[in-house]
DNA sequence: GTACAAATTAAAGTCGACTTGAGGTCAAGC
DNA sequence: GCTTGACCTCAAGTCGACTTTAATTTGTAC
């Protein structure tokens, strides 16, 4: 395929191509001329990265867990990636109840509910500070705004 | 409290406690001298600051959500951002048991694994993107590397 | 064989969330 | 009365992940 079907498969513009390819994260099969010539593959490969991203790693991160190195694939960093993932997940969930009881509590500032503060508390827990994230902003092909 | 001891309490350094002041999402009950002077309150409430940021919303989208314009909240913004979290957890479970299976799968790549591909494709579903996130890279102070 | 849309490169720009640096103010201790 | 350390302001710098731009170089259709 060349890199405008990769484009419009993976719903990634054609500069972010190049730029995994920069990074290594993909590979193209080979040049016609100039021009990169992708194996259907990379789309899958694609899927992946995006999903990494979504969910909060680097690209230096997915890069890491999803190269083969050697035939052994990194086991153990997968399932720490996991484990990272699941406090996530108990983080976000904690935060999600906050947010829904705060919508309905009648307390007129939240730090007077002490339902609130408990929540507030849980999820604080070995929290990570982490650089920015989650947000929609740059979701200009192909997915809408949430 | 000085600026300092809201620093030592809530973990964030003197820089960024100036920059969300400056940004209106915390403010100083006044000076003394040049020297800001803030509630004991300030600290609940930059709790309430990192974890929004842990969960994913930027600066902007937590100023919105924790102002009270007028005396009233602003409920649906939070039952939408609640669904916006529930959304993504959704996601992330997916993506960590991917990420589990992927440890334990015998596939030698994960592309020739059925059970993979089918996990991809569920934490592929509404997708959104989003610029960078989770990463724990500046947790310098008071939080350790996970 | 020539035009042209599409691809290429390298370098610079952007965005959010801070951090860093230079230069200045001020209360307290010696 | 002078140094010192904590605080101040404003401007510029940083980092990751891309995007944009400008200046080419094609493959392909006519």
């Known amino acids: 395929m060349d890199i405008a079907e990769v484009a419009k498969a993976s719903g990634l513009p054609a500069s972010t191509l190049r730029f995994y390819e920069e990074k290594g994260l993909i590979q193209s099969i080979g040049r016609n001329g100039l021009r990169r010539f992708f194996s259907g593959d990379v789309v899958e490969r694609l899927a992946l990265i995006s999903l990494g991203r979504n969910a909060g790693f680097s690209l230096d991160e ?14 153990a960093l997968l399932l720490a990636k996991a484990a990272e993932l699941d406090k996530k997940i ?57």
């Open 90 to 146: 108990k983080e976000l969930s904690a935060m999600r109840d906050g947010l829904l009881h705060a919508a309905a509590c009648r307390a007129a500032s939240h730090f007077e509910c002490p339902k609130f503060l408990r929540l507030l508390r849980i999820a604080g827990k070995n929290q990570v500070r982490q650089p920015n994230k989650l947000k929609d902003k740059k979701l200009k092909r192909g997915v809408k705004k949430a």
């Open 62 to 75: 997915i890069g890491e867990m999803f190269t083969v190195d050697g035939a052994e694939i990194n086991r």
